[in-house]
């Protein structure tokens, strides 16, 4: 009975013993579970780690930037300046000695045109004319015999109404053989034509011809196209984060078919509102003269930026991730199993200019400027640790 009660005490007391093993090694785990839990805006490096990333730390400035913006947009022409061409009866191309790339001058000759309605509407214009000639001689005898009470208001008043029925008519024609080309002024009964000349209403270069002899074109065919290539602008897209940056007057500088000539520009006026593709538009007028520069052209551009006293770091110091940007401040010093660590914290911040190798940030609310230090070497580094945990993560 004494042996099997000194069994059952030992088999008791040794249960006890792997219980409080079990317990122990339990709170053990559990301790370094929560010790390894790390924030998520939280580098952890050891100092070996810290070297070999070159990591330096250094505080904020206050610098005078004066930066520039890079920026993509097209040559362009002002409507002004840009003619499309058609005929506003239409008819058959007799004549044409235009390719694209002529240069032509305002009120020059581009092609003639050959239709019977033309000469239908002379012979209508000439006898609209007559007859108003006719009732203004007789509206002139009739108003004066009226006032002599020879002739009744009522026969006057119809005199009157033909009268200017006639001269309406005749004002319309006009008003149509100006349209097509015909100058009534020095159209003749001896004159009347089948064919007309097609005019450009500016000056410039030709950019595309729609015709060739014996083609019939309608009003709505484009027959010419007409460029005045001697004030050009550009019409450069930025993204709506930039729409600051820029203003009216700010000079732009601008390369064309990956060049190195450069060209100049300045700034005429910014756009009022935001694209659905969130892009903002500016146009720029080209100073001076540029070879080789045509309407449609891709451009790289860069624009001077005006010089403000802005918070600045190097720009290392400034990593992207996700169409973000992002600054490392030192948190702290520790040591963990015997190894000093240092803990960084990663905090989101807004890009401004870039000058002279430095960048303008703009800070989130209550970040004390004064006290942080700030990653200006290594960033790169410690941003790969954050999201390639294991390479230098510990």
Known sequence: MSKYRFIKTSLFSLSLIVLIACNSAKKTNEAKVEEEV?????????DDQ????HIETGAI???LLSGTLKVNGIIAVAPQNQATVCAPMGGFIKSTTLMPGNSVSKGQTLAVIENQDFVDMQQSYFEAKNKFEFAEADYKRHTE??????????????????????????????????LIGIDPANLHEETISSSVALHSPISGFVTAVNVNLGKFVSPSDVLFTIVNSDKLFLELSLYEKDADKVAKGQKIRFFINNET???DAVILQTGQSVSVDKTYKVYAS???????????????AVVETSGNTVAALPQDAVVSFDDKDYIFIFDKNKVEDGKPFSEYEIVEVHKGVTDNGYTEIVLPEGF??????????GAYNLLSAKKNAGEMAC
């Open 38 to 46: 790390i924030p998520d805006n939280i580098v952890e490096m050891r």
């Open 368 to 377: 004390n400027i004064t006290t942080a230090k700030v990653v200006i070497k």
């Open 145 to 178: 015999l009226y006032k002599d009470e020879v002739y009744s208001e009522q026969n006057l008043q119809q005199v009157t109404v033909d009268y200017k029925t006639l001269k309406a008519q005749v004002k319309s024609l006009e008003q149509k053989l100006s």
């Open 50 to 53: 810290i070297k070999l990333a």
């Open 261 to 263: 000539e450069q060209h």
């Open 286 to 300: 080209v100073t001076g003269v540029c070879k080789n520069v045509l309407p449609g052209m891709y451009v790289n």
């Open 61 to 63: 400035e206050m610098r």
